[in-house]
């Protein structure tokens, strides 16, 4: 079988898959679970024989027309570089991993059946976007992912977060599709074609007429789906959904779809110095804001949706100076420790019965309790910290030495200013990785207080799974020298000072972290419990920041630990947990920013106030002049012939004499007017 048929049946399957699940999913329950993780473990293997035979060597290349459009043609199209092959492999593992883990964490979900399909559909369209060698078809993937992120997220429709959640994440993405599909019309202009080739060819050329335009429309559309600043916001809302959906959208799709997009399409980025610069800015706030968020977060699910969307400002910046196989390693490498933290996270909330860190602080022995999540989490942690030799230290230093190089002024596309910024905001972020990954550990792991409860070891499926992913987190790393092929060839290995700068940072973040947790530690043991927390039961709830901003951290705790069908799914019975002062270092190192950073900045209020306002405010003055004033027209016009037809009606009695006694009436009256017309026609 050829490469290129093996690269057809890769999105194929999961696609098959999941037009069979939606069809068949309560006809025939017994087939779901297979029909779930089989296509997705075979597009896998696909997957694998696809990078192994493409082997990093010259892309692939293969395209027939779909249809004539009379202007510039839209073909189905295959376009396999290296960094394709590899991207295709993670997301097939990460979404044969989701699928296999959900049969045990959804397993007494009704929905199941309808969100095992629409995880199939989620994977095949990133697939799509992978492999396709056109723009076009490429937006089709690139929607369809946006559609499949509304359902999952809101799959738990009946909670009133699930449901506001999912509709935030979509509309918040289209406002970035908006101008990146005005971006690919524009783009497709100047080349004459969809084609990425062509494409390629063309800007190569200097063919394109309006590069910084046409390169930060793409842009608004990046940010909007990899959640970049200011379009971020609707990606820790989104953890509404269940877990593995987080563990799937977070690893190998939708928010991963952005960057490879503008790995795919570089040149023409490179094309314009001041999108680059741009791109810089945004990469920057978008790594230093969500650390600081992250800090402050209760939600365990929540301190991990701020770590990706900093882990992808790491990603957008290696593509800001010039690197995208800095950038696409550090997708790969981020795609591995983060679809294990997410899982990870999982097997503890089923374990907890509560997202609150602030309610695991007061529980004790709960690492004992799920060893398995605990040492497969610890190794994704200090992956995600960047700590040497797991695979996130390795990433996160390409995307540093990247940034070295543009900084002094070694990079034939990219500007020094954009290598400085993305140099100090990356060691930065490596300070604040390392601190909130500490936190999250510590009060995780290493709570004090009522015993956690046990309830046996967790399914096999669940925990087999943890451990198969952190083979990549502990081990991708190593991969770094050879791997470079892959990609453009540039080194992906360390160099000295950015490995001082960067695991320094993350030292000192760890330790700093460390004491001040030490301290918390002190301070909580002696206040005194004021009794069990009124909710303790079940994942956490979103929690507003103006409460994070007011009350104390028991109660704060208390009610993000409120009851959701996540956690409801599963027949563990959690005995209440004292609430207390929660030791939490997150608080001293914030310090008054700290609740601002909980609500991450303020940013939903700014939008509220500059555009839901607005638009609810011209809504209503739209609604008013519809209802009073064109309205007042129609029944106006509507008013004046039913008055005609009253006046007419009273004339209509069905009394034969009357009607007599009118017709004579009108015969005299017209005889009369006609013999005085006639006198006065006689005598002019």
Known sequence: MSTTTLAVLVPLLPFLAAVAGLLLGRRAPGFVRPLAVLPALASAVLAVLVAVRQGGGRPIVASTELTPTGSVPIDL???????????AVLVGVVATCVQLYST?????????????????LFTSAMLLV????????????????????YFLVGHYWETEAARSASLKAFLVTKLGDVPFLIGLFALATDAGSFEIPKVLGTVAAGGLDHPTLIALLLLAGVAGKSAQFPLHTWLPDAMAGPTPVSALIHAATMVAAGVYFIARLLPVFTASAAALVVMAVMAAVTMVGSGLAALA???IKRVLAYSTIGQLGYMTGALAVGDRGAAVFHLISHGAFKALLFLGAGVIIHAAGTNSLAAMSRMDGLAKRVPDAFWTMTVALLALAAIPPFAGFFSKEAVLVAAEHAAGGHSE???GAAGWVVLVAGVLTALLTAAYATRLWLMAFRGRGAAAPDHGKEPLA?????WLLAIPSLGLGLTAGPIADWFDGNALTPTLTTSVLGTGAAAVGAVLTYALWQRAMVKAAAAPATGPAPATTGAAAEQPAAVAATVSAATAAAESAA?????AEVTHEHPAVPAGPAADPGRALLGPLHPHAADGFHLDAVYDRLFVRPVRGAASLVRFLDREVVDTYVRGAGAGPRLLGSLVRRAQTGNVQSY???????????AIATAVLANVNAGS
Not at 77 to 87: D, E, K, P, Q
Not at 104 to 120: G, I, N, Q, W
Not at 130 to 149: A, F, K, N, Q, R
Request: net charge negative; hydrophobic share 50%.
């Open 77 to 87: 199209s295959l376009y396999l570089n290296g960094f394709a092959a590899l991207a």
């Open 104 to 120: 045990a964490y959804l397993r007494e979900d009704p929905r199941y059946p309808s969100y095992a399909a629409l995880v199939s």
């Open 297 to 299: 977060q209760d939600d």
């Open 563 to 567: 009851e959701t069908p996540e956690v």
């Open 660 to 670: 007599l006694s009118a017709l004579l009436a009108g015969a005299v009256v017209l």
């Open 413 to 415: 596309s990219a500007p």
């Open 130 to 149: 992978v492999y396709t060698g056109d723009l076009m078809v490429l937006l089709v993937g690139w929607e369809v992912m946006g559609i499949c992120s």
């Open 462 to 466: 669940m925990t087999g799974v943890l």
